[in-house]
């Protein structure tokens, strides 16, 4: 059974936005941070692929690419003891006060 990732072969009448993609900052600051987690050897690009599978199909539709990796990074490093689940939330929320 293929999971919500697994998109090959499905029939779909969505155009594909072939434009390019201007990163934001947060988008650059992911990516970085999964190289220097692997170049590390904190996480693998199977462990990162797994988190992103992991998603559930209700959220993983409404997330970007790197939202996907983002979250997937926050599975993973909470799974090896590296952060806490609270520590996390506190600052998202810090930050959603800050920011708005």
Do not use: C
């Not at 919500?4 to 029939?11: E, L, Q, S, T, Y």
């Not at 559930?56 to 090896?80: F, H, M, N, Q």
């Amino acid at each position: 059974m293929s999971g919500v990732h697994d998109m090959g072969g499905r029939p779909n009448d969505d155009p594909i936005d072939q434009s390019e993609h201007v990163f934001s900052d947060w988008e650059r600051h992911t990516h970085a941070m999964v190289g220097a987690l692997r170049e590390k050897r904190i996480i693998t690009t199977d462990e990162l692929r797994r988190g992103i599978e992991s998603i559930a199909p209700e959220e993983y539709g409404k997330l970007s690419y790197y939202e996907r990796w983002a979250a997937s990074l926050e599975t993973l490093l909470v799974e090896k003891g590296l952060l806490a689940q609270d520590e996390i939330d506190a600052r998202a929320e810090a930050l959603r006060e800050r920011w708005g």
